[in-house]
């Protein structure tokens, strides 16, 4: 099939981008943008001159400052084939948005105005001058074609599925399927400055606030697979240029003064990303000033740096997910096997997980987040609905019932007749203690002596995961702002049911499917709420995937440094200052 296919080589084109980096070692190139908010951010000052940087103007005398953090390498900087949030940590420096989420609220930035038809499917957006580093005009087309071209069959871009389930853009899945042509989505400029988005049906959760990114046609044809390889492959309309890059060291950014907010948001004229994955070292640097913020900081050095830390207890569910596609028929009969499912999750003690590894996380016994919204929205989901799932401590009696059940439906008479798993997780140590952890509990209260671990390195290991190339995977899902974000994720055709986007699902259930879907179009708050809650239940009982802990951060700031904002999902430096 012509999308697998496509989304193979994708893979493919991400590992040769590592290679490539290791080889050059070192990049140089750049450009950037940022949020349109009511109040502007404190000055830094006006004593040394910025460089043109390109733009053919000359730009005002600012005052260099910089900000040094320790932060995490990106997986691939081609805004159509990235899946990963670290990407777009990397985006939301460099690139304008339509809309620019900012501590939890969606601000216009290259939007003007925007207005919603009676019926709620038809939104139009017109558009504030801005304009790319090189001074080109970002116009609705723009906008229009990074949709698009997440879209098209031929670009393979793994997120089609997530746009096309969350939105319903019309015709989007028609379009993906290669049953009509790019003219006939209901993404479409209708002049350079109006944006003109059309969805088949209502959808309940959309309030029209896109954070997409202006992405030109001309230049992804003329970088071609390289597109985001280098600095000099990216384009930049947003807060900063990347002027270089080297692999596992740093990536520096400069200010670009073309961005449509540049004199009333992001302060600071430099940014240094340091890419470092030892803690001795990151927390050494931090003591020594060489940075001024260090994010994930590890539970060892907590006293050290106590008088620096912050915590943020909101980040992203981790689960134990099971490949019941294996190609291995034993393993795929005993991964889809639901009992055997249910004894390794009620055997494992997730409050002792936590305490033993990540004492910043808590345990995760459900997919709905702890802050999401409920029927009211001062209600959470959480308190107002509480599914039949496994107790936090564990259930050992009941897990023993579960596995006993697993190797009678199987036709095992022992643990001991089990084939051999492997259970991937990131080469990091955090993951790697986590890993550990599960495993001796199921040794010590299952018998379970079949199942090892597999460390690979991050790009390795999620090419693995979207390959269906494992047995279980300990993967990290985004709760999203509200309960059917992350449940729409594991509709049939689901971004991450259906990874690859090849019709391989690791879960189907038709009743889910029309849950989720009822819910999506359902505006009554109440009703909506208990078509999820259901659907929650459904894929807690059925679904191949045991939540386990949702992840904390403990991250360290200098006192120095003025209007730091955590986000793992954006680096959020909008009015960050640095008095240094």
């Known amino acids: ?171 989007a899945a028609a379009y993906n399927a290669g049953e009509c042509s790019r003219e006939d989505v209901g993404i479409k400029a209708l002049d350079e400055k109006t944006l003109e988005i059309t969805l088949e049906r209502p959808i309940a959760t959309f309030d029209g606030k896109l954070d997409i990114y202006p992405l030109r046609e001309e230049f992804v044809k003329e970088k071609g697979e390289a597109l985001g390889g280098t600095p000099d492959d990216l384009e930049y309309s947003g807060p900063y240029i990347l002027k270089e890059w080297v692999l596992d060291g740093y990536m520096d950014f400069v200010k670009n003064p073309t961005y449509i907010d540049a004199d009333k948001s992001f302060p600071t004229t430099n940014i240094r990303m340091v890419i470092s994955s030892d803690h001795n070292t990151r927390v050494t640097m931090f003591e020594n000033g060489e940075v001024d913020c260090l994010m994930n900081v590890g539970n060892d050095y907590l006293d050290i740096l106590k008088d620096y830390i912050e915590h943020n207890p909101g980040g992203g569910h981790q689960a134990i997910q099971f490949n019941r596609l294996n190609q291995d028929p034993a393993k795929a009969a005993i991964l889809g096997n639901k009992n055997f499912r249910k004894a390794l999750s009620y055997a494992l003690n997730r409050e002792a997980i936590v305490a033993a590894t990540n004492p910043s996380s808590a345990p995760l016994t459900r997919l709905v987040s702890s802050n999401h919204a409920g029927i009211r929205e001062d209600s959470l989901f959480t308190e107002d609905f509480t599914p039949n799932t496994v107790p936090a401590a564990g259930d050992v009696n009941k897990a023993k019932e579960y596995l006993d059940a697993a190797l009678q439906e199987l036709g095992y008479s022992s643990v001991s007749e089990l084939p051999t798993l492997e259970y991937l997780t990131f080469e990091v140590p955090t993951y790697r203690l986590i890993a550990e952890t599960v495993i001796d509990q199921w040794k010590q209260l299952l018998g379970l002596e079949n199942i090892s671990i597999l460390l690979l390195p991050v790009p390795q290991a999620i090419q693995a995961m979207m390959t269906y190339d494992y047995d279980i995977y300990y993967t990290s899902l985004s709760s999203g702002d509200d309960p059917i974000e992350i449940l729409s994720m594991w509709v049939t055709g689901g971004t991450v049911n259906d990874i690859t986007g090849s019709g391989r699902n690791l879960f189907e259930n038709e009743k889910y499917d029309e849950l989720v879907a009822e819910a999506i179009v359902t505006f009554d708050r109440q009703k909506r709420m208990e078509l999820l809650a259901e659907a929650e239940q459904i894929i807690l009982e059925e679904g191949p995937i045991e939540p386990l802990i949702v992840d904390g951060i403990y991250y360290a700031v200098a006192p120095y440094v003025e209007g730091f904002v955590y986000s793992s999902d954006y680096y959020q430096f909008n009015y960050l200052v640095v008095n240094k």
């Open 1 to 171: 099939m012509k999308k697998l296919r496509n989304l193979l080589l994708v893979l493919l084109v991400a590992t040769l981008l590592f290679g490539t980096i290791s080889g050059c070692n070192t990049y140089s190139g750049g450009s950037t943008s940022t949020p349109d908010q009511s109040t502007e951010p404190t000055s830094s000052g006006t004593d040394n001159e910025n460089d043109d940087n390109g733009s053919g103007t000359e730009q005002p005398t600012v005052k260099e400052t910089t900000f040094t953090f320790v932060g995490d390498q990106p997986n691939t900087l081609n805004m159509i084939l990235s899946v990963s949030n670290i990407d777009s940590h990397i985006f939301y420096l460099t690139s304008a948005m339509l809309f620019r989420p900012y501590d939890g609220v969606s601000y216009p930035e290259v939007c003007e105005d925007f207005t919603v038809s009676e019926d709620k499917t038809v939104y139009t957006y017109k558009l504030r001058d801005a304009q790319y580093s090189d001074g080109t005009p970002i116009t609705a087309e723009h906008f229009a074609y990074y949709l698009l071209a997440r879209l098209d069959p031929e670009m393979g871009s793994p997120m089609a599925a997530d746009l096309i389930n969350t939105y319903g853009f019309l015709n």
